[in-house]
């Protein structure tokens, strides 16, 4: 009975916990992104079904926003799962550098 109130009360935190999150990246956006990347912004695979991947994992306070979304192949996108960006692409031998610099520039040119 108890576990069963505990689950209850951290699924009611978490939903107004997601409540107040700002998800605001909108499907022209997105389509941007995309286009923008030309492929997966980790591995560079040109997956036509790019998935919306979350540098900042939502269970690290990340949102679906212009500047903290980046299209990844179906791979990285289970493979980072909600690690780090930076720990994650260190342990794949990715050129975590240059991601982030260039997913900088390009969030900045689309907020722009
Ligand atoms: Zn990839």
Not at 63 to 73: I, K, S
């Amino acid at each position: 009975m108890t576990s069963r109130t505990r689950a209850a009360t951290y699924a009611r935190r978490r939903k107004r916990r997601m409540a107040r999150v700002e998800h605001d990246l909108t499907d022209v956006q997105w389509a941007q992104l995309r286009a923008q990347w030309g492929g997966c912004a980790y591995c560079g695979a040109d997956d036509p079904a790019l998935q919306k991947d979350c540098v900042l994992p939502i269970s690290r306070g990340g949102r679906y926003t212009l500047a903290n979304v980046v299209p990844a192949c179906r791979s990285c996108n289970a493979s980072k799962c909600n690690l780090e960006v930076t720990t994650w692409m260190r342990r794949k031998k990715l050129d975590e550098r240059a991601f982030l610099v260039r997913q900088a520039e390009l969030a900045r040119r689309l907020i722009e």
